[in-house]
Structures are given as structure tokens and as C-alpha cells.
């Protein structure tokens, strides 16, 4: 039986929907929301009514954004030689987040999983192949996830861009600096000793 009523119920329940959010956090975020001062709380529903009908994808790498671009596609200074591929805006966020990379990216908007009913036509691929066609990269880095549905994906667009001439690399994986060998599991031992490097 719901214990809630009316708006507060609705309220809950559409919490509730969203990943990682079970019933009773739904009802604390609920109750969070009637706490706070009413501006506060409109301000949240006007972020997402804004997020909704402002937020695309890139014409250019599918990233999100407000405009026909991304903010890093606008940047004139990006390495536009070297493209970085990986599955979610948010992976890309990340990348950003080490400083590191310079050059541009792809957001496949998903990875290929038979299991899941999604095949490489509902993600951005052919776009990507298009743009690797009429581009002039030297290198392609595969930035997909270390999953088996990830390097299926990769290897998927490896071979689709195996035709081109551009180099085609992917992060490297295995053990992190100031972890233990002993609580490294197998897949990591394993990519470690594969991604070795010379001294």
C-alpha cells in the first residue's frame, strides 16, 4: 500500500525512476524537495526542463550540446589529426578531466551488445567512418570500456577502419601506479603483462 498520497506519491514515484535510486531514496529526495525553500526546489525543476529542451548531441562527435557543436569542437587549438572514441558523453568528461588529451572525439552513444538487442546500427558508427573518411587523422584511439561488450566494439571498428590509413591504438590498461600485485585480479594482471613497456 502506498503511504503517500497526491503529488508527494507522483513525486516518488518519478524519483524512483531514476538509475540507482530505490523507494526509500526516492522518498528521502521527496522530502528533501518539501524541506527546501520553494526557489530552490523550482530552480532543480527549471535545470531539467532546460536540460530537456536546450541539451543535443554534437553535430560533429555526438558530445552534448546547446549549439550545433560541442564546446570542445569549437575550440580552434584541438589536434584535429588525433580522434579519440568512446561510448558516453560521460566518458568523455572524464578524459577531459586528466588534462592529458588534446585532440577531438567520437561519442558512439552506446557499445554493441547482441544481449542487449543493440547492434552497430543504433549507435553513431557510420557517422564515424564517414568522418575517418573525409578527416585527416594519423591516429584513432579506442577509448571504449574494458568490457567484453566494449572490445567487441572496438575490435567491430578497428576492422571497419582497417581500410583507411591511420594508425589505431587503444588506452592502456593493466595496473595502476601504487597498487599491489597481490589484489590485482586476473584481467588486469593479464592486460599488464600484454601492454608491457620498455624500461
Sequence with gaps: MNKHAGAVAELVEQLGRLP???R????RLAFHLLRVSETEALALAESIRRVRQDVRYCATCFNLAESET????????????RLCIVE???DLMSLEQAGIFKGVYHVL????????????????IDDLVE?????????IIMATNPTVEGDGTSLYISNLLSEFPVEITRLARGITAGSV???ANREMIADALTGRQKL
Excluded: H, M, W
Excluded at 526509500?24 to 522518498?27: D, G, I, T
Excluded at 552513444?109 to 553513431?124: S, Y
Excluded at 568522418?131 to 591516429?139: I, K, Y
Design 20 to 22: 540507482g535510486v530505490g
Design 24 to 27: 526509500k531514496s526516492a522518498e
Design 70 to 81: 560541442c564546446a570542445i569542437c569549437a575550440l580552434p587549438d584541438r589536434d584535429a589529426t
Design 88 to 90: 558516453q558523453p560521460r
Design 109 to 124: 552513444l552506446g557499445r554493441i551488445a547482441p544481449l542487449d538487442g543493440i547492434g552497430p546500427d543504433q549507435l553513431t
Design 131 to 139: 568522418r575517418v573518411r573525409v578527416g585527416n587523422f594519423v591516429e
Design 181 to 183: 600485485l597481490e589484489y
